[in-house]
């Protein structure tokens, strides 16, 4: 019985600790139709300005760039300060689908940790120049 126990105390926390490394694979973290999206909100923490988009071209453009982008897991983002663009995609019925802060061409804040592009950058010109009109 002793050891049962024993391997259950020294198998759970290593199959915990082989799950948590998996999330450190590179993955995409956007995988939405674009038909799907009503709207997507971007606040820019640089100059408080706040922009809804609700063109479909432009809706297109930014769903289909980050459906393209594959991010790998990297540092926790606590108790860092600042960001470019905090953006928060919309269903038709209102509901957010997905919340991310957009740092720079290469670099998001997602769900408490910073993710980097492997493959292809953000267009981050591109929503740059949506939000600054």
């Known amino acids: 019985m002793k050891k049962k ?8 926390p290593c199959v915990l600790l082989l799950l ?3 999330t450190f694979i590179p993955h995409k973290l956007v995988n939405i ?11 820019d923490g640089n100059t408080g300005y706040q922009v809804e988009i609700t063109d ?3 809706i297109n453009h930014i769903i ?4 393209g982008v ?5 540092k926790p983002s606590f108790m860092y300060m600042g960001y470019s663009f905090r953006t928060t995609i919309f269903d ?10 957009i740092n720079s061409s290469d670099t998001i804040r997602y769900k408490g940790f910073f993710y980097t592009s492997t493959n292809k950058n953000i267009d981050y010109d591109y929503i740059e ?3 600054r009109k």
């Open 5 to 12: 126990i024993w391997m259950l105390v020294i198998t759970i």
């Open 20 to 22: 948590f490394s998996f």
């Open 33 to 43: 139709t674009p038909s799907d999206v009503s709207k997507i909100k971007v606040f």
């Open 56 to 58: 479909r071209k432009h």
């Open 64 to 67: 289909n760039n980050l459906n």
């Open 70 to 74: 594959t991010f790998k897991k990297g």
């Open 92 to 101: 038709h019925k209102g509901k957010p689908i997905k919340e991310l802060t």
């Open 129 to 131: 120049k949506l939000v």
